[in-house]
């Protein structure tokens, strides 16, 4: 059964755990979010992605996801420690009168210090997109991404994933589809759980009336290249593009082709778009 729901003045969605969540929107801030999370189609364990929305005033709201590392030991933990921290930490920021990224900044170092206090070398990455009215900015640290596409499909605003094979397509010396079934795919260089964390902060960017943005885990972009989900954003409801999308992203994790992408893993993802 899909869920619609408006949030109010600080209000917020957590999300953790996730069996499989499909159809999903939520009117906040300046505009509308589709949210999808379901777990990998190859594992009997919890979903380790967590995703939260925070409403936070008038047309200003925080998105976020979170992957738990795999292979890494409390994993999905390590995500919702995320999640809960930038949640927490916004909400306080506006409450003391602060702006949002003070919130988010303080959301990154309290999550980073609970999950290295957990002492057992748990790890996640976490994406936020910080929205107000028609600027949203990205924080990451890791290899979850947020991209913005226009209508007409031109990639406007993209973060760099924080491991190898990221650097590599960023520099021109890996190309995407190699990059798929790269021996170092797995591989992360920054993550929430680490004493040398970083965290990426982006420019501020305007949308224009039509331009969608997606914030997701790598369970999208290790089965979807870029343009395929560019095409299946760009237009149309913020519903309908999740579902083709999570439909397009499970098919991919259940192929037995070599030359096609296909990396069984949870999947989560956000697309937003103004109203």
């Excluded at 594992?43 to 738990?68: F, L, Q, S, W, Y």
């Excluded at 913020?238 to 397009?248: I, P, T």
């Amino acid at each position: 059964m899909g869920v619609r729901e408006e949030l109010g003045s600080d209000e917020a969605r957590l999300f953790f755990e996730q069996e499989r969540l499909d159809d999903a929107v939520f009117s906040v801030g300046s505009g509308e979010i589709a949210l999808h999370s379901s777990k990998s189609p190859e594992k009997d364990t919890p979903n380790e992605d967590a995703a939260g929305i925070v409403a936070a005033g008038p047309n200003r709201a925080v998105v976020a996801v979170a992957d738990g590392v795999g292979g890494a030991p409390a994993g999905r933990q390590a995500s919702s420690i995320a999640i809960n921290s930038i949640a927490n930490a916004t909400r306080q920021a506006l409450r003391d009168g602060h702006e949002l990224r003070f919130g988010i900044l303080n959301g990154f170092e309290a999550a980073n210090e609970e999950v290295l206090a957990l002492g057992v070398g748990a790890a996640t990455t976490l994406a936020v997109v910080e929205i107000a009215d028609s600027t949203v900015r990205p924080f990451h640290v890791g290899d979850s991404f947020m991209l913005i596409t226009g209508q007409r499909g031109k990639v406007k605003s993209q973060t760099i994933p924080h491991s190898p094979t990221g650097y590599a397509i960023e520099s021109g010396l890996l190309d995407e589809a190699d990059a798929m079934h790269h021996e170092e795919r797995h591989v992360i260089s920054n993550v929430i759980g680490s004493v040398e964390m970083r965290i990426d902060v982006g420019s501020p960017f305007e949308l224009a009336p039509h331009d969608t943005l997606v914030l997701a885990s790598d369970g999208l972009s290790d089965n979807l290249l870029t343009p395929e989900i560019v095409e299946l954003v760009r237009k149309g409801p913020v519903e309908r593009a999740a579902a083709a999308m999570s439909r397009l992203a499970q098919q991919r994790m259940e192929l037995v082709d070599g030359n096609t992408p296909s990396k069984p893993d949870d999947l989560t993802f956000l697309i937003f778009r103004l109203r």
